[in-house]
């Protein structure tokens, strides 16, 4: 095949992963926003949509990793191209784990009973939380969709955040169990939600970091809250 036309071949093939790889990120990111609305509002039916948008979800992940494998194999891409591939590759796989996440929180919403209602204040901070998981993750999705290094710079900083308010709700659920303020059962079932936006927020620092190398071809240093703090007291 001429050059030419084998430029114009990958360019096309590239421009059909950008495609699905956005459709995929905003799939995920859907799920997100409709677990998080069933578990506010204990709606069952907006629980169970999630359940489809996560088969959708993998569906577009096998299509766009078949994707991946023919363009490396058909056109043996290099540079920044060749970086574009391996990193969507990597990609499709947080925004599958952020599905499978939303999938498990809509499984929760429906295990939560009519009784969980009077749970508002441990509702109320996992809202909070929820709100901050899926603002890191909106970032790094608009950050993929623009290549757009510079906006997640920071992420692993904001993840720290969400780290803190994890830790936090952790602490006050376990008290108010202990204590007997709070049933074992809701109680253990709002232990998973935290449990599963912080893993949320994980991915989407994943993402971000991912998007940096896909751009500048440089990885951004990962280093643990605490490690960080003591570097920059120094």
Sequence with gaps: MPQAAERKALQKGLQKLDENMVTLAELSELAIRKAIDSLTRLDGEVAREVFTIDQEVYGLQLEIEHTCVDLIALHAPVARDLRTITTSLKITTDLDRIGRYAKDLGELTLQFSPSSRGAEPELARI?????????????????????????VRNIIQVDDVVDRMHDENFNELVRRMTEGSLKIETGARYILVNRYLERIADHAVNIGMRVVYMVTGDWLPRERAADRAKRISK
């Design 127 to 151: 809202r909070e939380m929820a709100d901050r998981t899926i603002q890191m993750v909106d970032t790094a999705i608009d950050a993929f969709v623009k290549h757009d290094a510079e906006s």
